[in-house]
């Protein structure tokens, strides 16, 4: 029972590339999240879905962009990396009841230099 | 902005003692949740106390919520090495969709 996996678990860019990281879950959750942890700040909201094909803004989205182009696939772009973007991101998933519990991924550390 | 606060920052304390973490909220909430992080791991939902709830129990955890308080606290009963970790509250802020974190209790059980 994988839950939720994300790819890669570690990287390391310089400042301008892109990559994108990769969130798979197989709970069958609509919701989808991505969020970034940096040292004291806790956990940021960068995007969120709320079913397939849907996508939408959270707290820190500048930089990022994100698609749901399959349900148990979440999707997190960086077009144009930058050393404030060095942190650990996390996906999540929930069911579609509103507010339901969160099942997170252990991290992508990203490192940009 | 951050919802929630956790409170301590950090906490030590022997194997077989109590913890106590509490978390303060700005907004009304729907509920209030609580997750665990062990190092170099993702979150791990531990109990989850709606806003007409008083109190919640999940083995060794116990949940208290005071929504004229805007506070919650979680207390771990009988700790464990194992329970090294730090302890986060998420509430809803009152919107939809969207949990709020805060900034984390790093609890150290000595063995």
């Known amino acids: 029972n994988a839950g939720v996996t994300q790819t890669p678990k570690f990287r390391v860019l310089k400042t301008g590339q892109s990559m994108t990281l990769l969130c798979a879950q197989d709970?069958?959750?609509?919701?989808m999240y991505w969020y970034r942890q940096d040292p004291g700040m806790g956990l940021r909201l960068i995007h969120y879905?709320?079913?397939?094909?849907?996508?939408a803004k959270g707290e820190v989205p500048d930089g990022y962009n994100v698609s749901r182009l399959k349900k148990q696939n979440f999707l997190l772009g960086l077009e144009s990396a930058a050393p404030s973007q060095t942190s650990v991101y996390f996906c999540?998933?929930?069911?579609?009841?509103?507010?339901?519990?969160?099942?997170f991924g252990d991290g992508t550390r990203l490192s940009i230099l | 902005s951050q919802q929630g606060e956790e409170d301590p920052q950090a906490l030590s304390i022997q194997e077989g003692e109590n913890a106590t973490m509490n978390c303060s909220y700005k907004?009304?909430?729907?509920?209030l949740q609580w997750y665990r992080q062990n190092s170099g791991r993702g979150l791990v939902h531990l109990i989850l106390?709606?806003?007409?709830?008083r109190e919640k129990h999940s083995g060794r955890l116990r949940v208290t919520l005071d929504t004229s308080k805007k506070s919650s606290s979680l207390l771990i009963t009988a700790s464990r090495a194992a329970d090294t970790a730090s302890y986060f509250c998420?509430?809803?802020?009152?919107?939809?969709?969207?949990?709020?974190f805060g900034t984390g209790t790093l609890l150290a059980v000595q063995p």
């Open positions: 879905s709320v079913g397939e094909g849907t996508t």
């Open positions: 999540a998933s929930s069911t579609e009841r509103i507010l339901s519990p969160q099942h």
């Open positions: 709970m069958n959750h609509e919701y």
């Open positions: 998420a509430t809803d802020g009152g919107a939809t969709n969207k949990l709020i």
């Open positions: 106390i709606r806003s007409n709830e």
């Open positions: 907004t009304s909430i729907n509920n």
